[in-house]
């Protein structure tokens, strides 16, 4: 497989809202609290959430059980669409613990645990970093 287009935009995206997403839960812990950083820094990783989710579904899922061209790890994109949809309800309806745990559930799961899953050695990804570092 190769970098397509849409995979470019899809890690592109990806890899930026990995590195984003601590300055904007960041920004809001301890004494000193940086609103305007962390507002800045959250639209902008939820957008690149929004990018991430939207595009994989332009990707066909890689080995394992599939349905049509999906495999098992395109059910994080309603998961992660739903739970911003709902960060974003707590935040207008005032309740910024359930915001906060919201957003902070988010960026674990579709960040830190679904990009640990990128790195098994039969996804593509994983398979280009663990050959060029000569581990496979």
Do not use: E
């Not at 984003?20 to 639209?43: K, S």
């Not at 910024?96 to 790195?119: D, E, N, S, W």
């Amino acid at each position: 497989m190769q970098i397509t287009p849409v995979i470019a935009i899809h890690l592109a995206a990806a890899l930026a809202a990995v590195a984003i997403g601590p300055i904007a839960l960041w920004a809001r812990q301890g004494a000193t609290q940086r609103p305007r950083l962390h507002r800045a820094a959250g639209y902008a990783w939820v957008t690149l959430m929004v990018a991430t989710a939207v595009s994989a579904l332009f990707i066909t899922g890689g080995p394992g059980p599939r349905w049509g061209s999906f495999g098992l790890i395109h059910l994080l994109i309603p998961v992660t669409l739903g739970m911003l949809a709902m960060a974003f309800v707590f935040l207008a309806r005032r309740n910024i613990v359930g915001h906060r745990k919201m957003m902070q559930r988010t960026y674990i799961g579709a960040c830190v645990v679904a990009g640990g899953f990128t790195l098994l050695p039969d996804r593509f990804l994983g398979h280009t970093v663990w050959s060029a570092l000569g581990l496979i």
